[in-house]
């Protein structure tokens, strides 16, 4: 049927099925269609441009995951990024930890701990010169191996962020400050004890401090409910707390030098960015 041929044929003119005047205007478009296939010397550029779009990519991503892994690295396994501070002081702590243990004996360790070391009886009535000394020189001075790497471990871990946070130099004067803040109330609360103090947690307590009120200010606290209600009292005032306590409990520790290393390190931070020492309102 000649309705059924026009459908199926899609001429739509005098139902010719294709062969009036639209079907020949097709054939003619067909035959002058051209397929255009690109020469070697084509091909071989778009491969080249296609190669090069790929090594760009891969060069680009292996600088990115270079720069993810970088920054993801501990600042202890990362040497190139520690601070020249850590860098000169964690060194002279194993140099003159190594050579008493290795060349000294016990009791004349005992002795180098009681002329170099802080001793509290030394600066009253039994005075001696080499106590002179003693406010520095007891921060370079360990009792054992794991002393030495405890206190490394935490001067690495909080004197890096601090002296990226406020500089080598100002690092430097937190150390010998916040050592003697330390010795002060260790000495004002054992005056007379012949114990010798030995060790950089004072100093090292101080860069904790800083730790802590710069983790505060970034918000690192706030999903605790005591710390949204009442601030930065209630870090200080717990991690003095515990600093007590864990003396108490493991004993063979100056609660005393961490905590006045502490306090030493919060009125420091004040002043330098209030210049006040009001530290509760940090």
């Not at 090069?52 to 892994?69: D, G, P, S, T, V």
């Not at 100002?170 to 050592?179: P, V």
């Not at 609660?255 to 020492?277: C, N, P, Q, S």
């Amino acid at each position: 049927m000649t309705t059924n041929g026009s459908k199926h044929n899609g001429s739509g003119l005098n139902g010719s099925g294709g062969n009036g005047a639209g079907g020949g205007d097709d054939d003619d478009k067909d035959k002058n269609k051209i397929v255009h296939f690109p020469s070697l010397a084509e091909r071989d550029r778009i491969r080249k441009e296609k190669i090069a779009k790929e090594e760009a990519w891969q060069a680009e991503y292996k600088a990115k995951q270079k720069i993810l892994k970088s920054a993801s690295n501990p600042p202890f396994l990362n040497l190139p990024n520690i601070p020249m501070f850590v860098r000169i002081l964690l060194p002279t702590f194993v140099i003159i930890h190594a050579l008493q243990a290795l060349l000294l004996t016990d009791p004349q360790r005992m002795e180098l701990f009681f002329n170099f070391g802080f001793v509290p009886a030394f600066y009253t009535a039994e005075f001696r010169w080499t106590a002179v000394f003693g406010p520095i020189t007891h921060l370079y001075l360990h009792g054992d191996w794991m002393h030495l790497a405890f206190n490394t471990i935490m001067m690495t871990a909080m004197g890096a962020f601090f002296a990226r946070e406020l500089g080598n130099k100002i690092a430097w004067m937190f150390f010998f400050a916040c050592g003697l803040g330390g010795a002060l109330l260790h000495f004002a609360v054992n005056i007379g004890d012949h114990s010798p103090l030995i060790g950089a947690s004072g100093a090292i307590s101080g860069f904790f401090a800083v730790f802590l009120v710069t983790m505060y200010k970034r918000g690192g606290f706030h999903q605790f409910k005591l710390v949204r209600d009442y601030g930065l009292m209630v870090v200080i005032g717990f991690w003095l707390a515990l600093m007590f306590l864990i003396a108490i409990i493991m004993g063979g520790q100056s609660w005393e030098a961490h905590m006045g290393g502490f306090i030493v390190g919060l009125f420091m931070l004040t002043w330098l960015v209030r210049k006040d020492l009001k530290f509760w309102r940090l």
